[in-house]
Nanobody, 124 residues
């Protein structure tokens, strides 16, 4: 059984930063690729970023490129998303996800395990 532990959300002012983290106890961490998705009320869930098995390949949505950085620590089994220069349009519930396939930010159905979600709110 996989119990995903997601943390790091909160309320920040525009221009501020947050760092989200996920742990996947019970999961073979080095056998999965990971992603971050987000969903705002009334909007479709969108892929934010994903990372390959060893972290050598990453993908980002155009809307966050240059501001967000995805990373993984295969020694500590921690997935992270560093978010800088946040804007109100970044406000959403953020979800981490794991897949045994190649990661994708456009195919949420390929992910087998999901975090509970953490709320990010960015004020003007």
């Amino acid at each position: 059984q996989v119990q995903v532990v997601e943390s790091g959300g909160g309320l920040v002012q525009a221009g501020g930063s947050l760092r989200l983290s996920c742990m996947f106890p019970g999961l073979r961490f080095d056998g999965h690729e990971f992603a971050w998705f987000r969903q705002a009320p009334g909007k479709m869930r969108e892929g934010v970023s994903c990372i390959s098995l060893k972290g050598g390949v990453t993908y980002y949505a155009d809307s966050v490129k240059g501001r967000f950085t995805i990373s993984r620590d295969n020694a500590k089994n921690i997935l992270s998303l560093q978010m800088n220069n946040l804007t109100p349009e970044d406000s959403a519930t953020y979800y981490c996800a794991a897949t045994t396939r190649y990661c994708s930010i456009s195919e949420p159905d390929r992910y087998d395990y999901w975090g509970q979600g953490t709320q990010v709110t960015v004020s003007s």
